[in-house]
């Protein structure tokens, strides 16, 4: 059973308007979260985190919102630019001092111009 | 360099041989990381090495898969008798600790025929 799901496999937004990603988890016990963007042919790079403390971190155009009742993570891309084109992974930590990261299958994103 | 490295980027080879990846981690990163990512997947972590010794290889999916570390740099990841459901991309990953964002190379494709 999966412990992340990214339920959309795909997302297409036009150019300028909000792009989000959304990934839900089971596990309570995850207490960082990251997002990856990974172009085709290229590692994911990563991208913006959160730790459990919080609920929102900013970072220029990305947000990332956390809704720990919820079990819910959600990146926001304001605005969106054809080169934020990309497949996006959030990633999870299980507990301080874990260093396995969990992955969903990834969202992959096309910021139409 | 300045990012994670790994060779060689494409490997193409026969059932039943033993393959060979490389990882050079960025300097410094005393962590390091292998995942495999197979087709509309999300990354299976495999094994993780801090410094050269892995306190957790719970993630390799068979007795032929082994990994090392050495002088707290490069690591290799060896498949004996390679099986075609070893096919996919091998990413590693090193962090500053373990409890830093990880960063990518860009991945070795592996294609059993």
């Known amino acids: 059973d999966q412990q992340v799901k990214q339920n959309s496999p795909s997302l297409s937004v036009q150019e300028g308007r909000i792009s989000i990603l959304n990934c839900d988890y089971t596990?309570?016990?995850?207490?960082?979260f990251l997002w990856y963007k990974k172009y085709p042919a290229e590692g994911p790079t990563f991208l913006i985190s959160?730790?459990?403390?919080?609920d929102k971190n900013e970072d220029g155009r990305f947000t990332v919102f956390l809704n720990k009742s919820a079990k819910h993570l959600s990146l926001h891309i304001v605005p969106s630019q054809p080169g934020d084109s990309a497949v996006y992974f959030c990633?999870?930590?299980?507990?301080?001092?874990?260093?396995?990261?969990?992955f969903g299958k990834g969202t992959k994103l096309s910021v139409i111009p | 360099g300045a990012g994670v490295s790994q060779s060689p980027s494409n490997k193409v080879t026969e059932k039943g041989k033993d393959v060979e990846l490389r990882c050079d981690p960025i300097s410094g990163h005393t962590a390091l990381y292998w995942y495999r990512q197979s087709l509309g997947q999300g990354l299976e972590f495999l094994i993780y090495?801090?410094?050269?010794?892995?306190?957790?290889k719970s993630g390799l999916p068979s007795d032929r898969f082994s990994a090392e570390r050495t002088g707290g740099s490069v690591s290799t990841l060896t498949i004996q008798r390679t099986q075609q459901e070893d096919s996919a991309v091998y990413l590693c990953?090193?962090?500053?600790?373990?409890?830093?964002?990880?960063?990518f190379g860009d991945g070795t494709r592996l294609s059993i025929l």
């Open positions: 596990n309570s016990m995850f207490d960082y």
């Open positions: 959160i730790s459990s403390i919080k």
């Open positions: 090495f801090q410094g050269n010794s892995a306190p957790d």
């Open positions: 990633a999870l930590r299980e507990g301080a001092g874990s260093y396995q990261l969990t």
């Open positions: 990953a090193s962090s500053l600790n373990s409890n830093q964002p990880q960063h």
